[in-house]
């Protein structure tokens, strides 16, 4: 009995890791820099957690079909660059600004799901492929130079929703809630996650497994570009190293929510989103504790790396607990068979 509890505790903290690892990074950070417990604070990490975590949950989509989506980052700034040259040079209104960004990603996004589900390129290959491109088609369109927004960007990127909540927060509140719907209590959203378990399964059963990894990508590629558009609202410029790196802060946020890089386990609410909160709270307690800006960066590669391992290691573990979880079932239906 007490083996059977132990059991039943371990799965419980596995999954719930990301909840347990924001906990501790929050009480430690808070601990060496107490000026990290501020309520204003906390608001700054939500508000700079938005657009990656609007990304991240694009790519928790990929990821649950055991895919991945490395062209975010370029995504987001060739969206971002072709909407901030129409509202510069053309003189275009903030919301069809917003449309035509959103429309250069889900375009972006199709390229990569033509190359995978068509021309059946690996998603890692397709995508590698895609960053490069896109990254160049970015810099030919900007002409490496900084492209400003309209000061009624940045002036939404800055306003508060009642007055109160920031309206980045909003969006990526808005976005989660309407993610993690589409995920519990849509068609799609089961498709996805049968998919992710176990595609040559999925196909027998008569799911177009094809047209479910499509609609991952594109979704990947609205989200790369919305959450581009909410980065430049608080920037207020497009740069030549806008979205660099972006999609690894996107896969580990993504992973440390609990997403598995296997494929078919994951989810937005609470997951995603305490994994963006949680990567821009690790790098703004960096700061809080004055560590060297140049190992910064190396924190960040070691906890996307432990995020790898971890979800290793947390998958490896469960598998373990529900092969011995079947076998005590068996052993308990069969001693009551014998009564």
Same mark, same amino acid.
């Given at each position: 009995?007490?083996?059977?509890?132990?059991?039943?505790?371990?799965?419980?903290?596995?999954?719930?890791?990301?909840?347990?690892?924001?906990?501790?990074?929050?009480?430690?950070?808070?601990?060496?820099?107490?000026?990290?417990?501020?309520?204003?604070?906390?608001?700054?990490?939500?508000?700079?957690?938005?657009?990656? $975590?609007?990304?991240?949950?694009?790519?928790?989509?990929?990821?649950?079909?055991?895919?991945?989506?490395?062209?975010?980052?370029?995504?987001?700034?060739?969206?971002?660059?072709?909407?901030?040259?129409?509202?510069?040079?053309?003189?275009?209104?903030?919301?069809?600004?917003?449309?035509?960004?959103?429309?250069?990603?889900?375009?972006?996004?199709?390229?990569?799901?033509?190359?995978?589900?068509?021309?059946?390129?690996?998603?890692?290959?397709?995508?590698?492929?895609?960053?490069?491109?896109?990254?160049?088609?970015?810099?030919?369109?900007?002409?490496?130079?900084?492209?400003?927004?309209?000061?009624?960007?940045?002036?939404?990127?800055?306003?508060?929703?009642?007055?109160?909540?920031?309206?980045?927060?909003?969006?990526?509140?808005?976005?989660?809630?309407?993610?993690?719907?589409?995920?519990?209590?849509?068609?799609?959203?089961?498709?996805?996650?049968?998919?992710?378990?176990?595609?040559?399964?999925?196909?027998?059963? $008569?799911?177009?497994?094809?047209?479910?990894?499509?609609?991952?990508?594109?979704?990947? $590629?609205?989200?790369?570009?919305?959450?581009?558009?909410?980065?430049?609202?608080?920037?207020?410029?497009?740069?030549?190293?806008? $979205?660099?790196?972006?999609?690894?802060?996107?896969?580990?946020?993504?992973?440390?929510?609990?997403?598995?890089?296997?494929?078919?386990?994951?989810?937005?609410?609470?997951?995603?989103?305490?994994?963006?909160?949680?990567?821009?709270?690790?790098?703004?307690?960096?700061?809080?504790?004055?560590?060297?800006?140049?190992?910064?960066?190396?924190?960040?590669?070691?906890?996307?790396?432990?995020?790898?391992?971890?979800?290793?290691?947390?998958?490896?573990?469960?598998?373990?607990?529900?092969?011995?979880?079947?076998?005590?079932?068996?052993?308990?239906?069969?001693?009551?068979?014998?009564?």
């Amino acid at each position: 009995m007490k083996t059977t509890n132990r059991q039943r505790l371990a799965q419980l903290a596995l999954q719930n890791t990301p909840l347990l690892l924001f906990i501790v990074v929050f009480i430690v950070f808070g601990l060496l820099a107490p000026r990290f417990f501020a309520l204003k604070t906390f608001e700054t990490v939500l508000k700079q957690a938005s657009y990656i $975590g609007i990304v991240a949950i694009g790519m928790t989509f990929v990821i649950l079909t055991a895919g991945i989506d490395l062209s975010v980052g370029s995504n987001m700034y060739v969206a971002a660059t072709v909407a901030g040259l129409a509202m510069q040079d053309f003189k275009a209104p903030v919301w069809l600004g917003l449309l035509i960004c959103l429309a250069v990603g889900m375009l972006f996004g199709g390229v990569n799901a033509f190359l995978i589900t068509k021309v059946k390129i690996i998603p890692f290959i397709a995508t590698l492929g895609t960053m490069v491109a896109g990254k160049g088609i970015g810099l030919l369109f900007s002409r490496s130079i900084q492209i400003p927004y309209p000061d009624s960007v940045l002036e939404l990127g800055s306003s508060r929703l009642f007055g109160l909540i920031p309206l980045p927060i909003m969006i990526f509140l808005a976005v989660a809630i309407a993610a993690q719907f589409v995920l519990a209590m849509t068609p799609i959203g089961r498709q996805i996650y049968a998919v992710g378990n176990d595609a040559e399964a999925a196909k027998k059963a $008569g799911l177009n497994v094809g047209r479910v990894l499509a609609s991952v990508y594109i979704i990947s $590629g609205l989200m790369a570009a919305l959450g581009g558009f909410v980065s430049v609202a608080q920037q207020g410029v497009v740069h030549p190293g806008f $979205g660099e790196g972006y999609e690894f802060n996107a896969i580990a946020a993504a992973v440390l929510g609990g997403a598995s890089l296997f494929g078919g386990v994951g989810s937005v609410l609470p997951g995603t989103l305490l994994g963006a909160v949680l990567i821009q709270m690790i790098q703004t307690g960096l700061i809080f504790t004055k560590v060297d800006i140049y190992i910064q960066p190396l924190i960040t590669a070691a906890i996307i790396f432990s995020a790898v391992l971890l979800d290793a290691f947390r998958n490896i573990q469960l598998q373990k607990m529900r092969r011995r979880n079947i076998r005590i079932d068996k052993g308990a239906l069969a001693g009551a068979g014998d009564d």
